[in-house]
């Protein structure tokens, strides 16, 4: 027999586990937030454009037009006219031989330098040194003989214009020279004592006016110098005659000066004058004169 089927028991099916529902989780409430209040911002009221001051066109500068420079005239150089040249004679043996050396340079303020220099004074051959006359000096007491001379402001002085007041008339050789210069400059630093004592200084040589006004610039002279170029005044106040400098013998102006007094008469002769001395020894005399 067929083996008998076994039952097999239906096996039931297993209960469904009851799942318990999960309940939705509650949903949590968010609060929610408010929206951020909008911060007011003050709108930037725009920038006030910077009013800017509108440059004005510079001026053009006016550019002086420079003028065409001149052309030079050139002058045409003449051609330089040939020297003659002097044909030179032989030299005989005698010359030669008889040839003097060459003069050594003469050093400052040496003994032969000042000897040249008081020979400046002292007229050349080519000069004019006829003169006048050779006269004697006026006699003392006597009236000093008038005269009008041209002086170194281009004016006239005439000695009897000047009665009232002493006269100190020296006579001299010539401007600018060693001497004569420290004769003048003796008189110039006296010359307000001269002044008190009511006095008048004048100078007299043969030298221009022209002259006269240079030697017065020169050292500030302040009295008047004359002009006797023809030497007139100078011999009949017997000063001209016959000099000797370095054994040499000339004819020219004698270093004199003749003191008048207020009335214009002669008070004194000086005939040989010491240069550096000789104004403080006028001085003395004239105040003597009261």
């Not at 001497?179 to 008048?200: I, P, S, W």
């Not at 023809?230 to 054994?247: F, N, P, R, T």
Request: aromatic share 4%.
């Amino acid at each position: 027999k067929p083996a008998a089927k076994k039952k097999v028991a239906k096996k039931k099916p297993a209960a469904k586990k009851k799942v318990a529902k999960k309940k939705p989780a509650a949903k949590k409430k968010v609060a929610k937030k408010k929206p951020a209040a909008k911060k007011k911002v003050a709108k930037k009221k725009p920038a006030a454009k910077k009013k800017v001051a509108k440059k004005k066109p510079a001026a053009k500068k006016k550019v002086a037009k420079k003028k065409p420079a001149a052309k030079k005239k050139v002058a045409k150089k003449k051609p330089a006219a040939k020297k003659k040249v002097a044909k030179k004679k032989p030299v005989s043996a005698k010359t030669k031989t008889s040839a003097s050396p060459k003069k050594p340079a003469v050093k400052k303020n040496s003994p032969i330098k000042r000897s040249r220099e008081s020979l400046s004074a002292v007229p050349s051959p080519d000069e004019n040194t006829s003169g006048p006359d050779v006269r004697e000096a006026p006699a003392v007491g006597s009236v000093a003989p008038d005269f009008t001379l041209p002086a170194d402001n281009e004016t006239e002085v005439t000695l009897s214009k000047l009665r009232g007041k002493n006269v100190v008339l020296y006579f001299y050789p010539k401007d600018d020279t060693p001497g004569c210069t420290v004769e003048a400059c003796g008189f110039r630093d006296t010359h307000n004592d001269f002044e008190a004592a009511e006095t008048v200084i004048l100078g007299v040589s043969r030298d221009s006016v022209s002259k006269h006004q240079s030697f017065i610039d020169k050292f500030a002279l302040p009295f008047r110098l004359l002009s006797d170029k023809e030497a007139k005044v100078i011999s009949l106040y017997g000063s001209w005659g016959e000099k000797q400098m370095m054994g040499r013998k000339y004819m020219g102006i004698l270093r004199t000066t003749v003191l008048i007094d207020k009335k214009g008469n002669v008070h004194k002769v000086y005939p040989k004058v010491a240069t550096k001395s000789h104004p403080a020894e006028v001085l003395i005399d004239v105040r003597k004169m009261g």
